[in-house]
């Protein structure tokens, strides 16, 4: 089983190897409380920006745990980051599309106030429902033993996600109704791409037309209807089957 990882700050430059690092604060009292990591066992502590160290444990209290540095690593930003757009979903469904957004390596996730999206962010609930978001990127980005924690925007209006195409080399919008396919398009090798994800209800027509007087492309990823849940990750696993990486 490959090692536990816990998100913290670390120093700059990274402890050299054979220093001890201290995981305290609420990571700290996890892995020592609730994990119950215990002296000998091999974890990583990574920054959320790419950095990270291996260490053995090698002292423990209640809320935090010491570990002697036995190895660093780094993930570099790769030549083409993926950045989704996904609609406010229902219940659990944005849970469901952002644990395997992060799982799949996006860089950036932009919350969407689709016009058809059931789900609004207003006042007090867009403050903790984005915290929400933030949390369930975390979770997922320790799940998955990355080093780099997606950035979760602020939630974007239609207007502004438009806006934000001219700052992609390729922004995809998914839609059961195009004629073009994912798997048929030159994808770009460096830079970065943009997919956009609809609500249950699905893209407007006047927002699918925004999007592509922008620049966007109208695309199909599968032969089925899919649910936001799951549309981003088919797309982003598919992109990445092209040969692309993300970060």
């Given at each position: 089983?490959?090692?536990?990882?816990?998100?913290?700050?670390?120093?700059?430059?990274?402890?050299?190897?054979?220093?001890?690092?201290?995981?305290?604060?609420?990571?700290?009292?996890?892995?020592?409380?609730?994990?119950?990591?215990g002296p000998g066992e091999s974890v990583i502590i990574a920054d959320g920006a790419g950095r990270g160290v291996r260490g053995t444990v090698v002292a423990t209290t209640k809320?935090?745990?010491?570990?002697?540095?036995?190895?660093l690593?780094?993930?570099?930003?790769?030549?083409?980051?993926?950045?989704?757009?996904?609609?406010?979903?229902?219940?659990?469904?944005?849970?469901?599309?952002?644990?395997?957004?992060?799982?799949?390596?996006?860089?950036?996730?932009?919350p969407w106030q689709a016009s058809r999206s059931i789900v609004r962010w207003q006042g007090e609930r867009a403050t903790k429902s984005h915290a929400r978001w933030l949390s369930t990127v975390r979770e997922a980005t320790k799940q998955s033993r990355r080093l780099r924690v997606p950035e979760v925007t602020p939630v974007a209006s239609t207007k502004q996600l438009t806006s934000m195409i001219a700052d992609h080399e390729l922004t995809l919008v998914l839609h059961e109704e195009a004629t073009e396919r994912l798997a048929d398009l030159r994808l770009p090798q460096t830079g970065a791409i943009m997919i956009i994800?609809?609500?249950e209800g699905g893209i407007a027509p006047s927002e699918l037309d925004a999007f592509t007087a922008a620049g966007g492309r109208s695309v199909v990823i599968s032969d089925g209807v899919l649910r936001t849940s799951t549309a981003a990750a088919v797309a982003i696993a598919g992109v990445l089957l092209r040969g692309t990486g993300t970060g």
């Open positions: 089983m490959t090692d536990p990882v816990f998100l913290s700050e670390l120093a700059d430059p990274l402890p050299e190897i054979g220093t001890t690092v201290v995981l305290d604060g609420s990571e700290g009292r996890h892995a020592a409380t609730v994990r119950r990591i809320t935090s745990i010491d570990l002697e540095v036995t190895g690593l780094t993930s570099d930003q790769p030549p083409l980051t993926i950045t989704v757009a996904q609609a406010l979903a229902k219940g659990d469904r944005s849970d469901i599309a952002l644990e395997m957004i992060t799982e799949l390596g996006a860089g950036t996730i932009i994800v609809g609500p």
